[in-house]
């Protein structure tokens, strides 16, 4: 810090005072240094000030191969605080203007309880603070005349109303949020720098959101789709966010791509349809002309696109990045999620019919997880690898439709996040928040992925549309809790308001401050370049179909079966012939098997032949199968918790049978319902009437993850002759789910048609409810499905 004292604040003035007031010239001489007067103070202090710096001292720094090393900015203390400030007249205070700046903070960013409003025991005002008499009736001549123009309170109430809304975001519009933590497991020092991972137990707060990638923002959750993963880390040097997807490739390998593959998948732009499916003939017609994307359209269509909850997903960063440590080593990383409660998913029937039933299953499964302290929560895991590593794979690590096999570099775990509060308003919270990947901290930086290049652009880029202007990091969600102090300054809807009269640096009226923090601050990773301008990718991305097949002999048999199943669905929606050949001559080069039973399913007159490839020379891949990319692998170990089962009941039913199971199950940590055929109360064979939380119209079967068919003969018989009873139990069956009943319960399934094999392991018949029974079926649940069970054509 350079200071000093000139000469002339020792010098005696030889102006008047007053001529210190001026604020277009002054005097040449400072005030006279015992002056007291403010202004007299403040411009002495101010001289002092900008004499302490003779000259930019660190302007020599910023050239030569050394200028990547910046020094740390210089600045110097006012001995008057009034040397900094905007007005002499801060000092005269109200209650709005409150006391002057604090020096060193900027009340625009950090924590959120300083904007949470709540009205409990308030009277209702106007937006100016006007109390309102009556909110009920417009401002009108004659209770029958016309309504007058000068009724502020209407026009207020109604405008405000008219621009509730703000644009969705262009893909991603669909979502759900929560707040929580990142608790690092080890330091992680030698890796990285990044002060999240500084020492073991280190919290940092987290606000994650997930998404539908094609809907529109009130679409179902259900829809077949990429779920999008974002992560913003509010670290103390910054907020980070690693804004990821659930399926660990993509579909383009340059940013290029990116606006063409949206319009393909999103409605078709003369009819506006369809909402949310990929079903169509754009995104085939597209898709079928972009072999690069054949891997991730695996994963897509494979049960991964219809995750049972938000919860149970796994997430994955996508891109390489890197790990910069305090040294500026690197090492390459690819990040990935890995949640607690196991990667699960929906049948394909199952996920149609729960979009009719409840369009909000994903976003109300996440609430009221969280509601009930069930957090959700995941393990972060690193796949650390370096620059000989990455040359000597078979696919380049920039590519982002390719996948590390866990075979090839296995992933560590660094530390879990915890989603532990819902958000107090969606809209404040869930909606403005802003995700970039542009938001990295010093200790992670990026690579040259040319897909990561173009989001690096992209997010800020559409938010300045989406939250209408340069300003929205003031929004409080996206307020880092790391101080901000720039000189950026004004533009749209700015909240702080700054102190003083200098927005630039270098200067000397401020102290120098806000300074540059030098080797403190962040420096990117020196990455070399020397090549020439063009247009074009490395010859290692053309090969397209490697880790697609990978991806397919990693599935088991079922997982196979639904990856068929979803290609022959979605182009059975595909209305042009010639689409629906090219892409099975696609899949021909993933695999001859799934082509053919594609075809078929699409009743093809013949086998197209196999698409020629972009890449001629055939690449041996590492390995063929791996045993990660099978969702077996991923059970989870949580057992039942959060598990919803229904327990059909009607008029007569075994109260004790209804007890006994619910609570063995609830004291699993399932979530059990009494689905009756109306809400509300129900006579049982006891005295006790039970009430019925739930109903086969309001919450149809598609939405619990196993059903228990209790005992009693009345209750039985009524379940017997109830249509949607029967296909209560049918759907459970169909969908691959347990099912447990119990006594006379078994009556229902064999009047609905379901067949009782006791090779079923997902289907428990027992006499009583005994121990044995309920572990059984506990069991059965934990599995999640039971896909042993599918034919086809199904047989109920
Ligand atoms: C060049 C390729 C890409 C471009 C240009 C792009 C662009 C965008 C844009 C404009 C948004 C809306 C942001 C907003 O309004 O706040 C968005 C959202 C999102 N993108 Fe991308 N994206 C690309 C690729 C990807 C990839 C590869 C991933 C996953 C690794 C991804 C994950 C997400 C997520 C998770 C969101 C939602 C963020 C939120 O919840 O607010 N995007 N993307």
Known sequence: MATGKSKQTQTQQTAVDTAYLNTDSGPALPPASDATQPALKKARAVGDLVASQSHNVNKPAEYGISSARPPTGNTAAPRDKSATASTLSEKNTSAKTGAKATSGVNAAGGELPRVRADSGGQAMTTNQGVPVADNQSSLKAGLRGPALLKDFILREKITHFDHERIPERIVHARGSAAHGYFECYDAQTDLTCASLFAKAGKKTPVFVRFSTVAGERGSKDTARDVRGFAVKFYTDQGNWDLVGNNIPVFFIQDAMKFPDLVHAVKPEPHNGMPQAASAHDTFWDFISLMPESIHTVMWAMSDRGIPRSLRMMQGFGVHTFRFVNAQGNAKLVKFHWDPKFGTHSHVWEEAVKISGADPDYHRRDLWEAIEAGEY??????????????????????????????????????????????????????????????????????????????????????????????????????????????????????????????????????????????????????????????????????????????????????????????????????????????????????????????????????????????????????????????????????????????????????????????????????????????????????????????????????????????????????????????????????????????????????????????????????????????????????????HPERETKPPVV
């Open 376 to 785: 959700p929560e995941w393990e972060l895991g690193v796949q650390i690898f370096d620059e000989a590593q990455a040359d000597a794979f078979s696919f380049d690590v920039l590519d982002a439709t390719k996948l590390i096999p866990e075979e090839l570099v296995p992933v560590t775990p660094i530390g879990r996040m915890v989603l532990n509060r819902n958000p107090d308003n969606f809209f404040a919270e869930t909606e403005q928040v802003a995700f970039c990947t542009a938001h990295v901290v010093p200790g992670i930086d990026f690579t040259n992925d040319p897909l990561l290049a173009g989001r690096i652009h992209s997010y800020v880029d559409t938010q300045l549309s989406r939250l209408g202007g340069p300003n929205f990091h003031e929004i409080p969600i996206n307020a880092p809790l790391a101080p901000i102090h720039n000189n950026q300054r004004d533009g749209m809807h700015r909240q702080a308001i700054h102190h003083g009269r200098v927005a630039y640096e270098p200067n000397s009226l401020a102290g120098g401050c806000p300074f540059q923090s030098g080797s403190a601050g962040f420096i990117p990773f020196p990455e070399p370049v020397s090549d020439v301008e063009l247009r074009g990718k490395p010859e290692k991305f053309a090969e397209h179909y490697n880790q697609a097949s990978l991806f397919y002999e990693s599935q088991a048999e079922h997982e196979q079966r639904h990856i068929a199943d979803a290609f022959s669905f979605e182009l059975s929606k595909v209305t042009v012939p010639g689409i629906r050949r090219r892409m099975v001559a696609m899949l021909r080069n993933v695999s001859d098997n799934l082509a053919k039973t594609v075809a078929k399913n699409l009743g093809m007159p013949d086998l197209p032949d196999a698409l020629p490839k972009a890449n001629a020379r055939k690449v041996k891949p590492e390995l063929t199968q791996s045993k990660f990319l099978s969702l077996l692998a991923r059970p989870g170990e949580v057992g039942i918790r959060t598990r919803k089962i229904a327990v059909l009941v009607a008029d007569g039913v075994s109260a004790k049978t209804v007890d006994q199971v619910a609570n063995a199950l609830i004291a699993k940590g399932a979530v059990v319902r009494l689905v009756g055929q109306h809400i509300g109360l129900l006579r049982t064979d006891a005295k006790t009437p039970l009430d019925a939380d739930a109903s086969s119209q309001n919450s149809p079967s598609a939405l619990f993850d196993a059903v228990v068919i209790p005992d009693g003969d009345e209750c039985v018989s009524a379940l017997c002759s109830d249509g949607l009873a029967l296909e209560y139990v049918r759907d459970q069956f169909r969908h691959g789910k347990a099912l447990l009943a119990i006594g006379t319960g078994v009556r229902v399934l064999e009047r609905a048609g379901v067949p009782t094999n006791p090779a079923d392991k997902g289907l428990i018949v027992v006499k009583t409810v005994e121990k044995k029974g309920i572990a059984t079926f506990i069991k059965a649940v934990e599995q999640h499905r």
